[in-house]
């Protein structure tokens, strides 16, 4: 069974042709391996703790989202 009690962390992923995604995981190792799960081919070229984006641009970006989908 597995511990669910771990806290997931937001990390962005750089791949060696500079493109960011935004995973989150638990560690590093899980952060890789849910990620070249997902895109296969792409070669990671660096891990780091962190977002994306900042919390007001999250915010904005959910308030957006609803509008547009209750159009």
Do not use: P, Y
């Not at 641009?57 to 547009?68: D, N, P, Y």
């Amino acid at each position: 069974m597995k511990n669910t009690n771990t806290a997931q962390t937001d990390f962005i992923v750089t791949t060696t042709n500079g493109t960011r995604w935004a995973e989150t995981g638990a560690s590093f190792g899980e952060v890789r391996r849910k990620f070249w799960g997902k895109k296969a081919g792409m070669t990671i070229a660096n891990i780091e703790r962190g977002s994306l984006f900042t919390h007001e641009e999250t915010e904005e970006l959910r308030k957006e989202k609803i509008e547009l989908s209750c159009r």
